[in-house]
């Protein structure tokens, strides 16, 4: 595979963006029951205007994006803290799926979390996901807990009613 580089999502990218988004609901329907309901773009662009979206480039195609964030209080709960970057919704260019971008994800957060200060790694997902969970634990998280999130009026509307698994790595 081509060089692979991490960088800042751009207001350029959206429509990009979206297109992956829904690619990503597209797959999340036919792997499992529950899937992600579209974002809003001003999530998106503030997302983007705060430097916490971000693409992985392979040449000159977006092979992933996936946004962060330094608080997940509606998630987290009473383990949220300042010491976290939490990974949010990942979706893969469909024609670069299994190629792995998750560790690349994890080895570039430790470097942010590092120079942030930061001494957790946190990412979330449905908990009936069995086989994501098991990726999971293969790229060096551990299973942190379940969480039933807080709704809010800024929550995305797929969080009514679910359970989502909890995972963490501690950066050294």
């Known amino acids: 595979m081509n060089c692979m580089e991490i960088c800042n999502s751009t207001f350029d990218d959206i429509e990009n963006i979206f297109l992956l988004y829904a690619a990503a609901v597209d797959y999340q329907k036919a792997q ?17 205007k705060e430097n916490r979206h971000w693409k992985m480039m392979v040449g ?13 209080p509606h998630i987290w ?15 893969v260019n469909p024609a670069l799926r299994g190629t792995g971008f998750v560790p690349h994800i994890v080895a570039w957060a430790k470097e942010h979390a590092k120079k942030t200060g930061r001494k957790y790694i946190r990412i979330d997902a449905f908990n009936d996901n069995k086989k994501l969970f098991d990726y999971y634990l293969k790229c060096g998280f551990v299973f942190a807990g379940v969480a039933r999130p807080q709704i809010t009026a800024d929550s995305p ?10 995972y963490e790595i501690v950066v050294d």
Do not use: M
Request: hydrophobic share 40%; aromatic share 12%.
């Open 32 to 48: 499992a029951q529950k899937h992600w309901i579209t974002f809003s773009r001003a999530i998106l662009e503030t997302e983007i």
């Open 60 to 72: 000159n195609n977006i092979g992933c994006i996936f946004s962060i964030t330094y608080a997940d």
């Open 77 to 91: 709960f009473e383990k949220d803290n300042d010491v976290s970057v939490y990974i949010h919704r990942i979706a």
């Open 157 to 166: 509307p797929h969080y009514i009613g679910i359970e989502l698994g909890l």
